[in-house]
């Protein structure tokens, strides 16, 4: 089994910066592929980032998001700049063993406000 603590969420202005983190526990995480997600009130969860070794992006986030790994550390990184207000939302890490589709485990999300 994963565990998996997102951190870096906070408060930020439309057009800063963030860098969220998930870290992982549990498993052999370079047999897992990792995504990001988000929910932001009243809207249905998103995906925002997912892939590896390829990377793949919601048509909102791209060229403003960045998804990265490093499986000596055992963490996924969301790299986020050029932020907006609709940005904001829980964001969520999810993971799932390669070569299957369903994403098993997450974890507990991570607070993002963008203000304008």
């Known amino acids: 089994?994963?565990?998996?603590?997102e951190s870096g969420g906070g408060l930020v202005q439309a057009g800063g910066s963030l860098r969220l983190s998930c870290a992982a526990s549990?498993?052999?995480f370079s047999n897992y592929a990792m995504g990001w997600f988000r929910q932001a009130p009243g809207k249905e969860r998103e995906s925002v980032a997912w892939g590896s070794p390829s990377t793949y992006y919601a048509?909102?986030?791209k060229?403003?998001?960045?998804?990265s790994r490093d499986n000596a550390k055992s963490t996924v990184y969301l790299q986020m700049n050029s932020l907006k207000p609709e940005d904001t939302a829980v964001y969520y890490c999810a993971a799932r063993l390669k070569g299957t589709s369903t994403y098993n485990w997450w974890g507990q999300g991570t607070q993002v406000t963008v203000s304008s």
């Open 1 to 5: 089994q994963v565990r998996l603590v």
């Open 26 to 28: 549990g498993g052999t």
């Open 59 to 61: 048509d909102s986030v």
């Open 63 to 67: 060229d403003r998001f960045t998804i």
